[in-house]
């Protein structure tokens, strides 16, 4: 049976939802060997073999963590060089992508991203032209890279004893080019990361500003909170939760937009996740014409009373 090689998506050792789905993804057509970059794997050990890494490749080198993401590149390209891997998974947000990019260079391979599913043969499902269609794509040349959103398969453990291999890697100059200076650690929220949520909460014009109601919601059901391009060029949210065209892109399980008409911008942005629901007062706001579920009413009595049912139910 074939390797695919699964790229471990991590933070210094806290593997995040999007390999689990990944290794899913691998066993179903090959045997999973995770490529694990970087420091920490003693605590990333216990969730690979918990989602059935058969193998993995540790690479433990100061450049992965003194430069930006071409060592990372390099790295993952001596590894597939050296195993000829039936397929390279790899997590697309956006520093997955950007690996994947220069890992398919590398190999001259073809590349294909932002997958919503993969079949049989790593033929790939994508949502392309702002959600308008649907395609199906493989790729013809060398190994394929491909980038999986979030929130595509459901994680199914099973449990493995991995094999564990470390693997020397010898950077050339040209991957060392874009060096780290400097690190800040985002403010936490206790809430899910919006780009692997599996519910985001999104607030736009419609709040007024006020995303109180919005993040009482996502609260309840447990949610990332995202918002418009709109509501952040206004000011009243982070520009780093913008979902749309030119923020984030997200693929949930359950989005629910609350006072966002539905510009094309920002269906770019939500347009592949499972099930929709719209919370808009405009009964002829255009978001209604791509949701699941829609509420005509003022979010600011809606989503309270929503919050407030969900706790209840709960408690």
């Known amino acids: 049976m074939a390797e695919v090689l699964v790229h471990v998506d991590h933070v210094d050792g806290a593997v995040r939802k999007t390999t689990a789905e990944l290794l899913t993804i691998a066993r179903r057509y090959g045997e999973p060997s995770a490529v694990y970059l970087g420091k920490g794997y003693d605590s990333a050990r216990e969730a690979l073999a918990r989602f059935g890494a058969a193998k993995v490749y540790l690479v433990e080198a100061p450049e992965l963590d003194q430069y930006l993401v071409s060592p990372h ?139 109180g109601p919005v993040e009482q919601l996502a609260d309840a059901l447990g949610a990332a909170v995202g918002a418009s391009r709109a509501a952040v060029d206004s000011g009243w949210y982070p520009h780093a939760y913008q979902v749309g065209q030119t923020g984030k892109t997200v693929s949930p399980q359950l989005y629910v937009a609350c006072g966002i008409s539905g510009a094309i911008q920002h269906k770019a942005g939500m347009q592949t996740s499972k099930t929709v629901v719209a919370v808009n007062k405009d009964a002829e706001a255009p978001i209604f014409a791509m949701v699941d579920f829609g509420v005509v009413g003022d979010l600011r009595s809606v989503l309270p009373q929503a919050a407030e049912e969900i706790a209840r139910r709960k408690g």
């Open 73 to 211: 590149a390099e790295a993952l390209a001596q590894v597939a060089r050296a195993t000829q891997p039936a397929a390279v998974l790899i997590a697309s947000n956006p520093e997955g992508r950007e690996i994947a990019a220069r890992l398919a260079v590398k190999l001259d391979s073809g590349l294909i991203t932002d997958a919503v599913d993969v079949a049989e043969g790593f033929v790939t499902t994508q949502s392309v032209f702002a959600g308008n269609y649907t395609v199906q794509a493989r790729v013809t040349k060398g190994t394929p890279v491909i980038t999986v959103k979030a929130n595509s398969v459901a994680p199914e453990p099973v449990q493995t004893t991995p094999v564990e291999e470390r693997f020397d890697v010898a950077f050339p100059d040209t991957a060392l080019q874009a060096r780290v200076v400097e690190r800040a650690n985002r403010e936490r929220t206790g809430r899910p990361d919006l780009s692997e949520a599996a519910i985001v909460v999104s607030g736009g014009r419609g709040t007024g500003g006020d995303f």
